[in-house]
T-cell receptor
Framework: AQSVTQPDIHITVSEGASLELRCNYS??????LFWYVQSPGQGLQLLLK??????LVQGIKGFEAEFKRSQSSFNLRKPSVHWSDAAEYFC???????????FGAGTTVTVRA | DTEVTQTPKHLVMGMTNKKSLKCEQH?????MYWYKQKAKKPPELMFV???????INESVPSRFSPECPNSSLLNLHLHALQPEDSALYLC??????????????FGPGTRLLVL
C-alpha cells in the first residue's frame, strides 16, 4: 500500500516570499499525485495533480509542483505567497490497485504581514 | 463546473436525535464518498458509492447510515451519535471509483457537533 509523508507540520512565511511544501510518497509503481488546500472551516480544493508526462505541473492560484521519481517527492511551490494562502495543505496519492486516496498528515501554512 | 454542495453547513444534535446530511453533485460523476475529518487531521474515508450502490464501508459504526437515492444525491443518516463523532463531514465525488486515476472533488463539509 502507498503512504504519504509531509515532513513539515507547520510553516510560517512572510507575504510576498516564496513557499515550498514537501511531500514524499512510498509506492512501487508510478503514483497518481494530488495537492489539495483547505481553508479554515472549508472543504478541500484541488490545487493540481500529476498522472504522467511533464514532471512540472501547473495548478490554480499560482501553485506548481514537481514530480521527482528518484526522490519519491512531489513538492509544492509558489513564488510569492499572498495572505489568502494561509491554509492547510494536503498531499495525496492514488493507486490504481487500491480504492483509497492516501493523504499526508497535512502542513499548516501561516502567512505573516 | 466542479461543485459539490453539502447541507447543512452546521449541525448540532443530541445523542438521541436523528438527523441527515445531504450531498449533491451535478457533474455526472458515478462515484461518491463520505469522509470524516477531525481538526488538524486528514480526511478519513467512511463510505464509497459507485453507480448508486454501496461498494466500500470502512468498518463504520451502524449509527452512520449512508443512502444514495440517485446518481446526483448522497445522504448520511445519523442516529444515536456519540460526542466523539463531532467532526467535519466531507462529501466528495469522482467520475468513477478507480481512485488512482480519478480526481475527487470535495464539498465544503458539514460541521457536526454532538452534545
Amino acid at each position: 500500500a502507498q503512504s504519504v509523508t509531509q515532513p513539515d507540520i507547520h510553516i510560517t512565511v512572510s507575504e510576498g516570499a516564496s513557499l515550498e511544501l514537501r511531500c514524499n510518497y512510498s509506492y512501487g509503481a508510478t503514483p497518481y499525485l494530488f495537492w489539495y488546500v483547505q481553508s479554515p472551516g472549508q472543504g478541500l480544493q484541488l490545487l493540481l495533480k500529476y498522472f504522467s508526462g511533464d514532471t512540472l505541473v501547473q495548478g490554480i492560484k499560482g501553485f506548481e509542483a514537481e514530480f521527482k521519481r528518484s526522490q519519491s517527492s512531489f513538492n509544492l511551490r509558489k513564488p510569492s505567497v499572498h495572505w489568502s494562502d494561509a491554509a492547510e495543505y494536503f498531499c495525496a496519492v492514488g493507486d490504481s490497485n487500491d480504492y483509497k486516496l492516501s493523504f499526508g498528515a497535512g502542513t499548516t501554512v501561516t502567512v505573516r504581514a | 463546473d466542479t461543485e459539490v454542495t453539502q447541507t447543512p453547513k452546521h449541525l448540532v444534535m443530541g445523542m438521541t436525535n436523528k438527523k441527515s446530511l445531504k450531498c449533491e453533485q451535478h457533474m455526472g460523476h458515478r462515484a461518491m464518498y463520505w469522509y470524516k475529518q477531525k481538526a488538524k487531521k486528514p480526511p478519513e474515508l467512511m463510505f464509497v458509492y459507485s453507480y448508486e450502490k454501496l461498494s466500500i464501508n470502512e468498518s463504520v459504526p451502524s449509527r452512520f447510515s449512508p443512502e444514495c437515492p440517485n446518481s446526483s444525491l448522497l445522504n448520511l443518516h445519523l442516529h444515536a451519535l456519540q460526542p466523539e463523532d463531532s467532526a467535519l463531514y466531507l462529501c466528495a465525488s469522482s467520475q468513477d471509483q478507480t481512485v488512482g486515476r480519478e480526481t475527487q472533488y470535495f464539498g465544503p463539509g458539514t460541521r457536526l457537533l454532538v452534545l
